[in-house]
C-alpha cells in the first residue's frame, strides 16, 4: 500500500473522528458509554483479527513465518480486546496506552502493507491497528484510567518478554517477528535507527522514551478521586 495515498489519509482521518468520538463520549456519558462503545470496539478488533487469520488461509498464504500471533501489533490487538471488555483491569489498559502510542500510531502512519482499498485486508489492517489507537483514547482520555506508578516499567518488562518470545519465533520460522531480522519493507522510523542490530537497540532505547514521554502525557488526565483498580 503507498503511504499517504487517498485510502490511507482517509483512514487516518476516520481513526481521529473515532477516537474524539470516544473521548467525548466518555466524558459526557460516563462509564455507560465506555462500557458500550468500548465492547463495541472490542467486537470489531476481534473481527479484524479473527477475518486477517481466515483470510490468508483461504488464499493460502497463511505461514508460520508471517502469520504467528508474535508481532507486537498482534499482541496489541488481543490486548485491546481485554481492555475494552474489562476495564477494571489496570495493567491491561496500560499496555494497550503504551503500545498504541509507541507502535499503532506508527503502523497507522506508515502502514506495512501491501494490499490497497478496497481488498479485506486493508480493512482488517486498520480494524486492528486504528481500533486499538481508538480504545486507548477511549480508556485513558475519555474514562481517564491513566498509568499507574511504575507503570513505564511494568510495561516495558513485558515489552521485552514478548520481545523475547518474538525472536525465538523469527529463529525458529525464518520470520521476521517484531522486525527483528529486517525493517519494513514499506519504510518506518527505524529507518533512521541504523543497519541491523544497531537499530534494534535503537528502537529500544526510542520505545522506552516514549513510554516516559506518553505517561506523562496521561498524567493531567487521571481521575481526581479513582476508584481501586484491579492489576493483573
Not at 208 to 224: C, H, I, K, S
Request: hydrophobic share 55%; with cysteine; proline share 5%.
Amino acid at each position: 500500500m503507498q503511504q499517504w495515498s487517498a485510502e490511507h489519509v482517509a483512514a487516518i482521518a476516520v481513526t481521529v473522528a473515532l477516537a474524539a468520538i470516544a473521548i467525548a463520549g466518555a466524558r459526557r456519558w460516563g462509564d455507560a458509554w465506555t462500557t458500550a462503545f468500548g465492547r463495541a470496539l472490542a467486537l470489531v478488533i476481534l473481527a479484524g483479527f479473527v477475518c486477517e487469520q481466515v483470510t490468508y488461509a483461504l488464499r493460502g498464504l497463511w505461514s508460520a513465518q508471517v502469520n504467528l500471533p508474535l508481532q507486537l501489533s498482534d499482541a496489541v490487538s488481543l490486548t485491546a480486546i481485554a481492555a475494552l471488555w474489562r476495564p477494571d483491569v489496570a495493567l491491561l489498559v496500560e499496555l494497550v496506552y503504551f503500545w498504541t502510542g509507541s507502535a499503532s500510531l506508527q503502523a497507522v502512519l506508515t502502514p506495512d502493507l501491501h494490499q490497497s482499498f478496497p481488498d479485506v485486508l486493508y480493512f482488517t489492517y486498520f480494524a486492528t491497528h486504528a481500533g486499538a489507537i481508538v480504545a486507548a483514547c477511549l480508556l485513558v482520555f475519555g474514562a481517564r484510567r491513566t498509568p499507574r506508578p511504575n507503570a513505564v516499567w511494568r510495561a516495558y518488562a513485558i515489552t521485552a518478554a514478548f520481545a523475547a518470545v518474538a525472536g525465538i519465533a523469527t529463529i525458529l520460522t525464518g520470520g521476521n517477528y517484531m522486525f527483528l531480522r529486517r525493517k519494513p519493507a514499506g519504510g518506518s522510523l527505524l529507518d533512521v535507527m541504523g543497519p541491523w542490530p544497531v537499530y534494534i537497540a535503537a528502537g529500544a532505547l526510542l520505545g522506552l522514551a516514549l513510554f516516559f514521554a506518553l505517561d506523562a502525557l496521561a498524567r493531567p488526565f487521571a481521575r481526581r478521586s479513582s476508584p481501586s483498580s484491579s492489576a493483573a
